[in-house]
């Protein structure tokens, strides 16, 4: 039997290739199809029966610590943050047993980057909530984070489209390449999958070794 997967965020590149690729039913919300809002319960439809969930919206605010204003954290804070723990709490009654959460953080985490310092914050803040509920909902529930590095989207696109930019980046990573959509999405898929029935509360570096590799 097919597991029903929500997928909240549906419209971005790594969401589309986890779904173009894997065997699952899916359940898409996002604003461009439904005039669903990630911070307005009211607009959030009813889903029973869910297998799995994973959380999409982000951002990439990345300025000098000086040059960000309170309202540049704040509404990352709640892009990231607050909006999934609006999702979580909505439909967490309605998961199944044996289901997954999968959670969006970022290398900047772990490594420390400059200009970072607003959405290294907030994905801090989902790799803790990630722990936390993997114990406070274990063993019904499995729950994972994937921190990735920079990937091919167009979120990152106005970045990587400077190519002296793009180059240094890719000389970053021991693996020589920006990340593509579908190499955060077969770690999704993973985390989803049965194959992953023992794993929880784990954070899954998908970075082209940039957190664990010195060159």
């Known amino acids: 039997m097919k597991k029903n997967i929500l997928i909240v965020g549906s419209s971005s590149d790594i969401a589309r290739s986890l779904m173009f690729n894997s065997n699952y039913n899916y359940?898409?919300?996002?604003?461009?199809?439904?005039?669903?809002?990630?911070?307005?319960?009211?607009?959030?439809?009813?889903?029973?029966?869910?297998?799995?969930?994973?959380?999409?919206?982000?951002?990439?605010?990345?300025?000098?610590?000086?040059s960000l204003k309170a309202s540049d954290f704040q509404k990352d804070y709640e892009i990231n943050v607050v909006g999934l723990i609006n999702i979580l709490q909505y439909y967490i009654s309605n998961l199944n047993n044996n289901s997954s959460l999968v959670f969006l953080s970022t290398v900047a985490v772990k490594v420390g980057l400059k200009f970072h310092a607003s959405i290294s914050m907030c994905k801090a803040a989902i790799e803790g909530l990630t722990r936390s509920l993997a114990s406070e909902l274990s063993p019904k529930v499995r729950v994972n984070c994937v921190s990735p590095s920079i990937i091919s989207t167009k979120l990152s696109s106005r970045i990587l489209k400077n190519e002296t930019t793009k180059e240094k980046i890719i000389n970053d990573h021991p693996l020589k390449r920006i990340g593509e959509p579908e190499d955060i999405a077969n770690m999704i898929e993973f985390l989803l999958s049965n194959k992953s029935s023992w794993i929880t509360g784990q954070n899954m570096h998908v970075d082209g070794g940039l957190s664990s590799i010195k060159i």
């Open 27 to 66: 359940t898409k919300l996002t604003s461009k199809e439904n005039g669903f809002d990630i911070m307005d319960k009211t607009t959030f439809p009813e889903i029973k029966n869910i297998d799995g969930i994973v959380y999409f919206p982000g951002t990439i605010n990345l300025k000098p610590f000086n």
